[in-house]
DNA sequence: TTAAATTGGTATGAACTCAGACCATTCGTC
DNA sequence: GACGAATGGTCTGAGTTCATACCAATTTAA
């Protein structure tokens, strides 16, 4: 051991090197797709061939989870041309009263996502407002938005808002960035399944919104990150004193 | 397909689902702790059990990585009680003339290591400044932060900088950022061992890092990510220069 | 000197994953 | 109606990974 060894580093860097098994993997990140509407309901997931290729599987360990997933009833497979797997699954409705099953390494994890959610989204919320938008991704900001505003029901709601975040993400153009979005979002939609929505937290919420899409088109980084900042801030507050 | 879907959205969602074969994601994560100075040369690595269960791999899975890095010149190993593996590996000096031979590829990943660097490492910093740090925690930061500074010769205090940046997010105590910032660190090590170094980088370089000590030290986070965004800022104006 | 403990080294069979080929179903087009 | 194209469904053999033993070497302590 020489002198410059610093012991507290290796427990800190070295992680599992990877969860669980591929079809495990590809179940997960396609149901946290179709979970958070990047595959909103009657919507078609791309053919298996393409699947497997985009994912980096074999067509036979892509198909173990997509077994999976129509097992669970989050999606329907046809065959033949024209055929294929389509969204079923009806988003949930956010309900109370289980917040209160969740273990404790479970709930640290949650916290961990608000803390590293409050560093990742108004980073990419910057870094999109610092971006020369053309005109077709300033579209689809504006399209994202206001699918939020004008879901009327809770739990569309909810997928619009998760889409609204990917969005944003998205626009950054770091790949790097959006799976850290995606991930942090993930876990919150987890989260907020768990706990009841108040209609002023959503009208707070999307009076944020507005002022995060204001300040990205109007090519304000430092405005763009104070303004998602706040918005992670208060959601994250909301959560917590909900979660203990 | 309903009205909502965001078309984009899955392109930018759907990522590969892992680097398949988990003895090569052993070699990956172990050999960059190694090149990184988390394990510094001489140092011992754990035990083969302990570490097969630390990253979540089955021992005769980290076996074969061991053996991969014991081919390479990075470790070598000995039998019996006291014994184990140590490494070998003498940190490199950075060298220039490696630059040329990137791919498109691997160059867009090296640009957007430096977006996301750019967003988590301050995103670190003023998370380690806003806890109320215990005195062995503001140790652990002088000390990282003194090797630095007095690393001499360009090998050691290239591992003695990537160790400062990795305390300070394990500082953080975010397991997400400490991710983050390892994936970030490792990326950019790659980068740094490509371009020559000039003796006025790493003086400027080191007084940006006493900054952003001080300001962590002084429970200052605002003050903390400015500093540390400026030191990304700079390291990566220069790198992008010499990059292309 | 001997025994216990700790470490790396080896072996085995089950489960998972892969790549590629081929089969079955359905739709559009000729 | 016949054919081609696009889709999901099935099969197979090789390579990987796993969990769980057990073996071998070396140090420490009784």
């Not at 909103?40 to 997931?45: I, Q």
């Not at 329907?76 to 289980?98: F, N």
């Not at 938008?133 to 004008?150: C, G, K, Q, S, W």
């Amino acid at each position: 051991m020489t002198g410059s060894a610093a012991q507290h580093l290796p427990e800190a860097v070295l992680r599992p090197v990877r969860g669980h098994h591929a079809f495990e993997a590809c179940v997960e990140q396609l149901g946290t797709a179709i979970r958070l509407g990047v595959y909103p309901l009657g919507s078609a997931l791309p053919a298996e061939r393409e699947l497997a290729a985009r994912l980096h599987v074999s067509r036979a360990t892509l198909r173990e989870a997509m077994a999976a997933l129509r097992q669970a009833g989050l999606v329907e497979t046809t065959r033949g041309r024209g055929g294929g797997t389509i969204v079923t699954l009806k988003p949930r409705t956010p309900s109370a009263r289980a917040a209160l099953r969740v273990t404790d390494a479970k709930r640290q994890d949650w916290l961990d996502a608000l803390e590293f959610r409050r560093v990742v989204e108004p980073g990419a919320a910057a870094l999109a407002a610092q971006l020369e938008l053309t005109d077709v991704r300033r579209e689809r900001l504006e399209r994202a938005h206001e699918e939020v505003v004008h879901a009327g029901r809770p739990a569309p709601h909810r997928q619009a808002d998760s889409r609204f975040h990917l969005t944003i993400a998205a626009l950054s153009g770091s790949p790097r960035l959006i799976e850290a979005v995606t991930s942090v979002q993930s876990t919150l939609h987890e989260m907020l399944l768990a706990i009841p929505v108040l209609d002023t937290n959503i009208a707070h919420s999307d009076r944020q919104h507005a002022t995060v899409v204001r300040a990205i088109l109007a090519g304000r980084p430092d405005r763009a990150r104070k303004a998602m900042e706040h918005h992670c801030d208060d959601t994250a507050a909301l959560l917590r004193g909900l979660l203990g």
